[in-house]
């Protein structure tokens, strides 16, 4: 099996990180002023799931999770995570990789940033992947996120508390289902 990767590590003193924290405000403004319908559903251990229609109003509050991530490109950053860049032929998309330099003192373990090369200027943001880890005394949380731009997002969260079987939760949120499939 071959893959058609080309990778390049790329020094990061000088170029900036993406924004991806001010990118995903920027979807989040736009869902906040559109009129999708918007949809949650979530899916608990594979066995049950539950569908709602969300308000638009919500949905800041629903994306939360992508919200709240630590923002790379903040010069704080810099020196604890590093960059790779990466085109993958077979996909069309360069890969931008964030990962902490010291990953046992960071919650995100992995940043991933899809771009498709533009056919004229401008590049296209295709998705987000967020891997995010908290363990202490009250358990272990893992909660690995994808933002499909413009059309949704998924949040899967595995949960552990001391003495307690892990609980596995899908949170999936869609929107402008209509115009991207």
């Known amino acids: 099996?071959?893959?058609?990767?080309?990778?390049?590590?790329?020094?990061?003193?000088?170029?900036?990180?993406?924004?991806?924290?001010?990118?995903?405000?920027?979807?989040?403004?736009?869902?906040?002023?559109?009129l999708y319908s918007i949809k949650k559903i979530i899916y608990i251990d594979s066995v049950r799931s539950d569908t709602e229609y969300i308000h638009r109003e919500n949905f800041?509050?629903?994306?939360?999770?992508?919200?709240?991530?630590p923002d790379l490109a903040d010069k704080k950053y810099r020196s604890r995570f590093t960059?790779?860049?990466?085109?993958?032929?077979?996909m069309n998309r360069v890969i931008l990789t964030y990962k902490p330099v010291n990953?046992?003192?960071?919650e995100i373990t992995v940043q991933e940033v899809l771009i498709s090369p533009g056919q004229g200027?401008?590049?296209?943001?295709?998705?987000?992947?967020?891997?995010?880890?908290?363990?202490?005394?009250?358990?272990?949380?893992?909660?690995?996120?994808?933002?499909?731009?413009?059309?949704?997002?998924?949040?899967t969260t595995t949960r552990q508390k001391p003495g307690q079987p892990e609980t596995t939760t899908i949170m999936k949120v869609t929107w402008?289902?209509?115009?991207t499939e």
């Open 103 to 106: 990953p046992e003192k960071e």
């Open 176 to 179: 402008n289902e209509e115009e």
């Open 60 to 69: 800041r509050s629903i994306a939360k999770d992508f919200l709240e991530i």
């Open 1 to 34: 099996m071959s893959f058609a990767c080309k990778s390049k590590q790329e020094k990061t003193d000088k170029k900036p990180f993406f924004p991806v924290l001010s990118f995903i405000n920027s979807q989040v403004a736009h869902i906040d002023t559109s």
């Open 121 to 155: 200027t401008e590049d296209k943001v295709m998705s987000i992947i967020i891997d995010r880890v908290i363990s202490n005394r009250d358990g272990y949380l893992q909660k690995n996120m994808l933002w499909q731009v413009d059309r949704y997002f998924q949040v």
């Open 83 to 90: 960059e790779e860049s990466m085109f993958d032929e077979s």
